[in-house]
């Protein structure tokens, strides 16, 4: 009997302990993925706003190897393999006035990605030119809010990886390259198009310098603080017509409240309302001052199309609209 009422009382002491730490635990967390299928779903459903589209760009410093033509395509490829792309995709390399691009492009039924591996070169010396190498990720997705979450964090991890092994591997004899060098390489690379016209990707070149801090040209220091504030995704959906501000208001914080977000700032103006917002559901994240934003909801209208344009980026809205 006392053997009975003694297992009663253990049985009671864990029945006890797991009501209290079911009371006290922290709830299970809520990936973006699922926040995107459901309740952002519902919002855009509820405010009548179509073509969800997904637009992701990365942008990354991979330090001063020195690829040559081989180098450039099977670091494109390994890129490409880890983030899904198993068939042919379109490649090409062609010089620029700072150096070069190699390029790919896979299009998909509702997806487009595209890499950019972009190398600047400068003169360190009177005989050795130097170079830096940069990564540009530009992934566009029609249709889904969940993929675009889920690529994103692909993305995201792979390039982590990439950088890491990239600076890793780094011989540091590689890293000069002569000038009889680099005349002997580009006079035998076969897939070199002395094409000027790509201004697309001195744009993007451009942008990817004033994107990446200065003192991330170590390559040490690089490793150590590969992060997601240079990558960005914005969701642009559409509605038919013009809406009015309370309107806005309304759809931005249903989003913010599907993303269990706190509204931080709210910079509307004379026509359209601009809200930034922070959530714990979101890792990456840009500071403004004291503060943490990793979600932004913003509105544009098309006179012409009639059209509300609906952005919501991670962490912000990373351009003009």
Known sequence: MKKIIYLLGIGITVLLVQFAYG?????KSVSANVIAENSLEKVFKNSNIHKADCEI??????GEKYYGESGSLELIDKIAERLGVNSEYYYDKYRTDAGSVAVMKKEGKSSELELELITTEYQESQNVI???????VSLNIKGSL????????????????ICREE????VSGENLVDNSKKNSNNSNVENVSDNNDKNGSETRRENIESNIDENINKDEEMTANISSRNLYMVIKGKIYGKIDKEQENKIAKGILRSFRAKE????QNDEHMNVYGYTKILQDYVAIGSEKI???VAFSYNEQENITYVYI????VNYDY
């Not at 009371?23 to 709830?27: I, N, T």
């Not at 931080?264 to 910079?267: K, L, S, V």
């Not at 980026?313 to 912000?316: A, E, V």
């Open 294 to 296: 990793n979600i932004n």
């Open 57 to 62: 760009e990365g942008y990354y410093y991979l």
């Open 264 to 267: 931080i700032f709210n910079g």
């Open 167 to 170: 600076n890793n591997s780094r």
């Open 146 to 161: 969940e993929s675009g979450y889920y690529y994103k964090n692909l993305i995201e991890k792979t390039m982590k990886e």
């Open 130 to 136: 130097a170079q830096r190498n940069y990564l540009s």
């Open 313 to 316: 980026g991670s962490p912000i």
């Open 23 to 27: 009371k006290l635990a922290p709830e």
